[in-house]
């Protein structure tokens, strides 16, 4: 009978790869997931062509859309067109500051109250003034992060308020199991998982209903040559919507046949392991580490006031 590795001989094989925007545990960095959440507040945010941006009315449409596909690039479900009943909306302004024009934006709520507002940087007031595609396109560029920004602080600041969110209650997993391992790695892997991932902040449910998270597991073990296998092992994670929050890969090549019965102890090692890259998914699309932004300040929401023409 073959032996079983033992977790020390297999902790340096199966380790977390680069892949896409996947975590590495492993390594202690969470990849590329994102610093923001992963659903911004609004359903939709409408952003109507300003009369306050001290720009003609086709050029303030155009700086709009410019505004509106620079969201869209943050995963913001932004629309340029005027706002809806029941829309979140973007209001654009400009100012003239010595460094130049200086747009602002500011993002309100369904019931139009103020939420949020930031600045952009200066621009030049001849561009600005001329309707300069190229300058305009930049200024809209420039402003995608930072209202991605403003609205992730905008979510947690909703999140922080509201004792049902998972800013200040564990996150409900329901985990759908493990399949496609050789030997007993679907059972050695599930149950091994089920034991690493609880923490404080998560806790493991047998069922879907009520869950705001569905962990699965994927096992794919291809035969390279005589002497190697490549492992791979996709923990997937989905939201309350079925919507894919994040994803946690261990790759690597191992000894041929190693896996083909038993896991033993390495199922040990790569559960915990991915344990830590699953709970970073959750927590990043749980708002826990992110800052909730002040209320502002001014009472009732402001209006577009047109400025006077040039």
Known sequence: MRPIPTAVGMAGL????????????????????GPRLAVPPPTRLAIPA??????????????????????????VPAVQQPARPG???????ASI???????????????????????????????????????????AQEAGPKLADLL?????????SDPHSLMNRPAKVY???VGGAPGDGDISLARQMAVSLPDGGNVIQNTSVGADFTLRGTVTVKHLDAKTDHVEIVWTVTGATGAEAGKVAQLNDIPAHTLDAYWGDIAVVVAREAAGGVRQVITNNSGREHQPIAPPKGGPAQKNQALPKA
């Not at 199966?14 to 997931?33: R, S, Y």
């Not at 992730?152 to 922080?160: C, L, R, S």
């Open 87 to 93: 829309d979140w909306r973007l209001q654009i302004a």
């Open 14 to 33: 199966l380790l977390l790869a680069a892949c896409g925007d996947l975590p590495h545990p492993f390594e202690g960095d969470p990849g590329g997931i």
């Open 97 to 139: 500051q010595p460094v130049g024009i200086v747009p602002s934006y500011s993002v309100f709520g369904p019931g139009d109250d103020l939420r949020g507002t930031v600045q952009g940087a200066p621009v030049a007031a001849a561009a600005w003034a001329a309707g300069d595609r190229q300058a305009l396109a930049a200024a």
């Open 50 to 75: 300003p009369d306050a941006a001290l720009l003609p009315a086709a050029d303030a449409t155009l700086f709009a859309g410019d505004v509106a596909q620079s969201l869209l690039a943050q995963e």
């Open 175 to 177: 985990f759908a199991g």
């Open 152 to 160: 992730t602080g905008i979510q947690a600041a909703q999140m922080q």
